[in-house]
């Protein structure tokens, strides 16, 4: 069993930055790849970047550049750096991570993006 719980959500003008948190529970966090997904208004949730266990990392093309994952270990946390954000950006945050067969999410940080 894995537990997941998402901080920093909020409202930020266009331009501006925010940074998410996901703080996950168990002893193998250094192993665990890491994902962060989106599901803005009116449409289906979206993969939007990942973090392997040696800090590989990925992104959706509409935030490279943008957007950055990291991990630290010893606070079995993972971020979200979100910075230049647009209003297409405003969604439903949720931090996901597979394991042993098994798909867990956190309840989610909400990150509305507008003037």
């Known amino acids: 069993q894995v537990q997941l719980v998402e901080s920093g959500g909020g409202l930020v003008q266009p331009g501006g930055s925010l940074r998410l948190s996901c703080a996950a529970s168990?002893?193998?966090?250094?192993?665990?790849?890491m994902a962060w997904y989106r599901q803005g208004p009116g449409k289906q949730r979206e993969w939007v970047a990942s973090i392997t266990g040696s800090s590989t990392t990925y992104y959706i093309d509409s935030v490279k550049g943008r957007f950055t994952i990291s991990r630290d270990n010893a606070k079995n946390t993972v971020y979200l750096q979100m910075n230049s954000l647009k209003p297409e950006d405003t969604a439903v945050y949720y931090c996901h991570v597979a394991r042993s067969g098994m798909e867990y999410w956190g309840k989610g940080a909400l990150v509305t993006v507008s003037s």
């Open positions: 168990g002893s193998s966090f250094s192993t665990y790849h």
